[in-house]
């Protein structure tokens, strides 16, 4: 069965220091994979997206980035953080051309 | 594109009450529709769906049927149970430039149960 990993659980970090969320699936191959974020009490806003290693769609213009060096893991970053980028981050992935997502349990950061 | 209008939360109910949660979409074509539920700190669990007009979703007692007279997918539940309280969001997939698709979330509906 497929199953998708992330890490760390929780994070609190300074603003202005880097960034490094990761992601791994378990179970499939050639995964589409996605990053969203969600500000406290709102809905989820998909940052990036990849249909393959170093293919990456980025949907919002911001502070992050994101990279696929590997056909199952997916890692967000960030240089500076900034203190909206707080948030729940929470990466899926979608199996062949079906249209479900299946979500790891998610990261929460808060940039102190 | 394809875009959802879900009810504004939060919902409070006392326990076995009915539930609805009005979703409506305007999509081109009948894509699938989904409901995704996520529990306090957890990330999202898919609920239900449904992939052509007419059809019914349902999972753990909750039920959505794709109506495209009215181009609504609401939710319902007969009776609530406390452990019911969650977040709950109604998505349909949206085309990416590339052709591949990732659903679309709006802010979702909060439901409280309280016993």
């Known amino acids: 069965s497929q199953t998708i990993h992330q890490w760390p659980a929780t994070l609190v970090q300074p603003v202005g220091s880097p960034l490094s969320l990761e992601c791994t699936v378990e179970g499939t191959s050639n995964p589409n994979l996605y990053w969203y974020r969600q500000a406290a009490g709102r809905g989820l806003q998909l940052l990036f997206y990849?249909?393959?290693?170093?293919?990456i769609s980025s949907e919002v213009p911001q502070n992050l980035s994101a990279s696929r060096p590997q056909d199952r893991q997916f890692i967000l970053s960030s240089k500076k953080l900034l203190l909206s980028d707080s948030g729940f981050y929470l990466c899926a992935w979608v199996w062949g051309d079906t249209d479900t997502q299946y979500f790891g349990p998610g990261t929460r950061l808060t940039v102190l | 594109g394809n875009s959802v209008t879900q009810m504004e939360g939060p919902v409070t109910l006392s326990e076995e009450a009915f539930l609805t949660i009005n979703c409506t979409y305007t999509?081109?074509?009948?894509?699938?529709l989904f409901w995704y539920v996520q529990y306090p700190g957890e990330g999202l669990q898919l609920l239900l769906k449904a992939t052509k007009a007419d059809d019914k979703g349902s999972n753990k007692g909750f039920e959505a049927t794709y109506r495209k007279e009215t181009t609504s997918f609401h939710l319902e539940k007969g009776s609530v149970q406390v452990s019911d309280s969650a977040v709950y969001f109604c998505?349909?997939?949206?085309?990416?430039?590339?052709?591949?698709?990732?659903?679309?979330f709006g802010s979702g509906t909060r439901l409280q149960v309280q016993p």
């Open positions: 999509a081109t074509g009948y894509p699938s």
């Open positions: 990849s249909v393959g290693i170093g293919q």
């Open positions: 998505a349909p997939p949206v085309h990416m430039d590339t052709g591949r698709r990732a659903l679309t």
